[in-house]
């Protein structure tokens, strides 16, 4: 699977633009990680933030978070932040690259990394922000048609809002929207 996955996502070059709130004036700078997990049928690792936290409190996510002034790239960013939300060592994942970035109305602009990790490693949550973990097939995140779409007016703009369901779980908002770029990328 490794590398039959890696040949189809680094030979499709991106097309597009950035999407999300495209707007919005000094974005601060955030990171994602797309850890597909290395399995017969690979699945994309989630989290749910914790409610008590003070943006997107109670949402399904994808490991990650602001870029630090330490963080020598995105990658790394996103490599520390699965590390300390979920415990996914950063030697364990194989980088593959990013997807479009990712605007968002509370100004951040994501950079989502996508990368190959290991179907077995021992999660850790860091209970502070997550209390949740758990895995959707890929081959769900990939189906185009598994996506719901909403119309909203964002200054003047309208502005696609994705949603994917998945068993008991509502994905939703930024991370969706990053799982339809990468649908639309290997599509």
């Given at each position: 699977?490794?590398s039959?996955f890696?040949?189809?996502?680094?030979?499709?070059?991106l097309a597009?633009?950035?999407h999300?709130?495209?707007?919005v004036?000094?974005p601060?700078d955030?990171?994602?990680l797309?850890?597909?997990?290395?399995?017969?049928n690979?699945?994309?690792?989630?989290t749910?933030?914790?409610?008590?936290?003070?943006?997107?409190?109670g949402?399904?996510?994808?490991?990650g978070?602001?870029?630090?002034?330490t963080?020598p790239s995105?990658?790394q960013?996103a490599?520390r932040?699965?590390?300390e939300?979920v415990?996914?060592?950063p030697?364990?994942v194989?980088?593959?690259?990013?997807?479009?970035?990712y605007y968002?109305v509370?100004?951040y602009?994501?950079t989502p990394?996508v990368?190959?990790?290991p179907a077995?490693?021992p999660?850790?949550l860091s209970?502070?922000?997550?209390?949740?973990v758990?895995?959707?097939p890929l081959?769900v995140?990939?189906d185009l048609n598994?996506?719901?779409?909403l119309?909203?007016?964002?200054l003047?703009?309208?502005h696609?809002?994705y949603?994917l369901p998945?068993?008991?779980?509502?994905?939703?908002g930024?991370?969706?929207a990053?799982f339809?770029?990468l649908?639309?990328?290997l599509?």
């Amino acid at each position: 699977m490794r590398s039959a996955f890696a040949a189809d996502f680094l030979l499709r070059p991106l097309a597009g633009r950035p999407h999300g709130a495209i707007h919005v004036p000094s974005p601060r700078d955030a990171a994602v990680l797309v850890a597909v997990l290395d399995k017969p049928n690979p699945t994309v690792l989630l989290t749910r933030r914790t409610a008590t936290l003070r943006h997107h409190g109670g949402q399904v996510a994808l490991p990650g978070g602001r870029v630090d002034a330490t963080d020598p790239s995105h990658t790394q960013a996103a490599l520390r932040e699965a590390w300390e939300e979920v415990g996914l060592l950063p030697q364990e994942v194989m980088p593959l690259g990013t997807l479009n970035p990712y605007y968002t109305v509370s100004r951040y602009r994501i950079t989502p990394i996508v990368g190959l990790a290991p179907a077995d490693f021992p999660w850790q949550l860091s209970t502070d922000e997550v209390d949740a973990v758990f895995e959707i097939p890929l081959s769900v995140v990939l189906d185009l048609n598994a996506y719901q779409q909403l119309t909203i007016n964002r200054l003047g703009q309208a502005h696609p809002v994705y949603f994917l369901p998945w068993q008991d779980w509502l994905i939703w908002g930024a991370t969706a929207a990053i799982f339809h770029d990468l649908a639309r990328h290997l599509a």
